[in-house]
Nanobody, 126 residues
Framework: QVQLVEHGGGFVQPGGSLTLSCTASGLTFEDYTIGWFRQAPGKKREGISC????????YESDSVKGRFTIVRDYAKNTAYLHMNSLAPEDTGVYYCAARRATPQALCEVWGPVPYWGQGTQVTVSS
């Protein structure tokens, strides 16, 4: 059974940093593209950063480019999202997901995404 478990959400002031983690089990980690999505209150879930397993190719949304970085630790079957320069508009529930696809296909949701984590809340506020 595939499981994706996120950790690391919380409350942070504007301009601050936070790192989320997503630990996968039940799948061959390097065979999957792992992506981070977020859903702000009242908005659609959006893909923000995705990384393919076999070559490290990434795709990022314009909203996080230059501020967020996705990293994968293959020894730990864990993906991280390092978030810097956080702003109130970054508030939302953050989910990780896994799919055998290109990073853009995962982030843009071109087709069904079979595996999702449970989500972790990030709140950016002064």
């Amino acid at each position: 059974q595939v499981q994706l478990v996120e950790h690391g959400g919380g409350f942070v002031q504007p301009g601050g940093s936070l790192t989320l983690s997503c630990t996968a089990s039940g799948l061959t980690f390097e065979d999957y593209t792992i992506g981070w999505f977020r859903q702000a209150p009242g908005k659609k879930r959006e893909g923000i950063s995705c990384m393919r397993g076999n070559d490290g190719t990434t795709y990022e949304s314009d909203s996080v480019k230059g501020r967020f970085t996705i990293v994968r630790d293959y020894a730990k079957n864990t993906a991280y999202l390092h978030m810097n320069s956080l702003a109130p508009e970054d508030t939302g529930v953050y989910y990780c997901a896994a799919r055998r696809a290109t990073p853009q296909a995962l982030c843009e949701v071109w087709g069904p995404v079979p595996y999702w984590g449970q989500g972790t809340q990030v709140t950016v506020s002064s």
